[in-house]
């Protein structure tokens, strides 16, 4: 086992009408003015954007709309970092996004210094969210995930002072994603799990913990497809992404490098796909790629806990059966599993794996990935 | 699934060397004047007392030795409260104890109006720990178990100010832990994770988390027995031990009520018996008591998940193997698994069972039970 040095802040706040219940006292404990962030018109749709203004009515809220599910730099840091300088910000409340405006909204220079790492943030407006899609983990994690168009780059950033203060989680507010981001959503937090799993000096108790995660991600994800206001169903489910990126499913464990995370940032950075079918393309590419004797004991171990594959198969129709029961998985809940389905052809795969080879330290996965293994691997998934 | 509202705010510092590294630096953050608890012998036997002096050689260090394994109201509670007063501490650092000592000192009147729930706590002094035995999950938990010996109370003093602000873990303090003691930590850990499992409303999730703790616990559990110095073994047994208690495996789950621990607390109170060795006398007496139609699919999950019984057979007899299984195990590691073992005769069941009857609420639990049953669990396990 490896040292380590842990902690996750944020309070969680879970279950049906926890927002109603709550929120005006977090938010007080905050100051009186508020960033309100968030994407498009679902949080009208499911009234909580009315709600929200409603139960916050006496304090001053100004407002940041239009983040995208891939969010950006420009406009969306340079304006919430403008708008938090000019109106002497207090606290942000993501409804979506959120992460790198907190921390720019405490520099004075570009916020690309910090989302870069070229500058240690040395302070952020404390963040409370509110969770409106199960997938991210964002909820319970440290920074965000920011692109920048003109160059490509798609950079997790990531920086304790930036785990939300407060994470509301209603299962409720979910009932009406759709089925395409729920199975996207239900992709990338199994996808979360999948990278902290196939790694060094894993424990039976980190491997069971990813295992219960896995298995729970597929029920609970098929459940919430067939009957998207399955309470039970979407309430697991989230909870279940909430854990997917604060490091409880790994402790210990030596570091993966998050391979399937650094190739499927360049695809949308380039193409701005739905980064959870990004994953799940990538994601049994990859397992093949990596599929090797030495490998071969966590592919195993993966087949017989996480799809109860018979035991006592020979060990390489296990492991090859277990990457085939992943795809077939993901393809099961619908997504589509060739990058051509989702507007990607081979014209880019080798400008794209060069900007992965040079910018995610894939040489220093759980298998090293060289730039000529991923171009193999994107080829794959064409 | 239940609503829930959760947050652990402590640090964890874990693997071998960590108190070198980093305590001088963490200290600092709290201030100048120390009070260091500790119980007995083993924090000399093992270097960390000459080590600590020597890291915090520029601190004002105040001194509490003596707490027992069981820690008592007077004089453990009193004596640290009323050196903290005099000397004006800023931070416990705990060696063993110190929870209720933190917030009765920023209490004007008697601790025990705090323990006894009479009172609720406004502040409490920072706690960082150092941890030399798995087994409680204090270092990630919110409070301490106190005894008063006059009245046979042993109280569970639970508030979020009680969180350790920062937990040292270094599995290499656990070394020298002996036999029995190892055994018992193995033991209340389980217990900790049995009592959260038998439960309503559980997830496929928390199941799975419980399950996993469970069997890592009794692999390297056994380990730890086998060969004391297993680093892997030992480390992997400590970060278990540390979700014990911190809710994590259990958030959405109905409230169980901690049957064991309820009738428990009473033996150690009246007996001062090791916890962890009367916590496996009794949980599997309490399981034959409370199998039944309504809990059989319970048990049969756990049998076949944590024992891995065959599944196909009739499910009456994979839930009395369970429970059989769990009585094996814990007699397989050592444990006496009989109370006139450990001192205890039929003489004060009638009044201890009356005791918790009327302090433990168990009548609330996952199965209710009246005193007449905890004379029968109690009985039984003679």
Redesign the interface.
């Known amino acids: ?18 927002v109603d219940k ?1 929120l005006p006292e977090v938010m007080g404990q905050f100051g009186k003015k508020i960033l309100l962030t968030y994407g498009g018109g679902s949080i009208k749709k499911i009234g909580l954007y009315q709600k929200v203004l409603e139960l916050l009515k006496d304090r001053e809220i100004v407002e940041l709309a239009g983040i995208q599910p891939n969010p950006k730099y420009d406009p969306s840091v340079l304006d919430g970092v403008r708008l938090c300088k000019e109106h002497k910000v207090d606290v942000i409340l993501s409804v979506g996004g959120g992460s790198a405006i907190a921390a720019g909204a405490c520099y004075d220079g570009d916020p690309w210094d910090l989302i870069s790492y070229k500058v240690k943030a040395k302070a952020a407006l404390p963040i409370v969210d509110i969770i409106t899609l199960a997938a991210t983990g964002s909820e319970y994690d440290a920074g965000g995930v920011i692109s920048r168009t003109e160059t490509n780059d798609k950079i997790g950033y990531i920086d304790p002072l930036l785990y939300p203060r407060v994470s509301f989680l209603d ?1 409720t507010y979910t009932f009406t994603v759709s089925a395409k981001q729920t199975a996207a959503g239900i992709a990338d937090a199994m996808n979360h799990t999948i990278e902290q799993y196939f790694a060094e000096d894993t ?3 980190n ?3 990813c ?3 896995l ?2 991600l597929m ?2 994800g098929r459940r919430c497809l067939e009957n998207p206001e399955d ?2 169903a979407r ?2 489910m989230m ?2 992404c909430t854990y997917g990126c604060n490091r ?1 499913l790994s ?2 464990n030596s570091a993966s490098g998050w391979p399937c995370h650094g190739i499927e940032h360049a695809l949308s950075a380039y193409y701005d796909i739905t980064h959870g079918e990004g994953l799940a393309i990538i994601t049994p590419r990859w397992m093949t790629h990596i599929l090797s004797e030495r490998t071969l004991p966590r592919f195993v171990k993966y087949g017989i806990n996480v799809f109860g594959i018979d035991a006592t198969l020979d060990q390489w129709d296990i492991a090859r059966k277990a990457i085939e029961e992943t795809y077939k998985f993901f393809e099961s809940i619908g997504i589509p599993m060739h990058l051509r389905e989702v507007g990607i052809d081979g014209s880019r795969i080798n400008e794209m794996a060069h900007h992965i080879a040079v910018n995610e330290g894939l040489d220093q996965a759980y298998v090293p990935l060289s730039e000529q293994d991923i171009v193999e691997i994107l080829t794959a998934s064409l």
């Open positions: 086992m490896r040292n380590f040095d842990y902690m996750t802040p944020t309070r969680l706040i879970f279950g049906k009408g926890v709550k299962p424990t039976l108790l491997d069971g913990f295992e219960s995660m298995r729970s029920v609970n309470y039970t309430a697991e909870l279940a409880i402790l210990g």
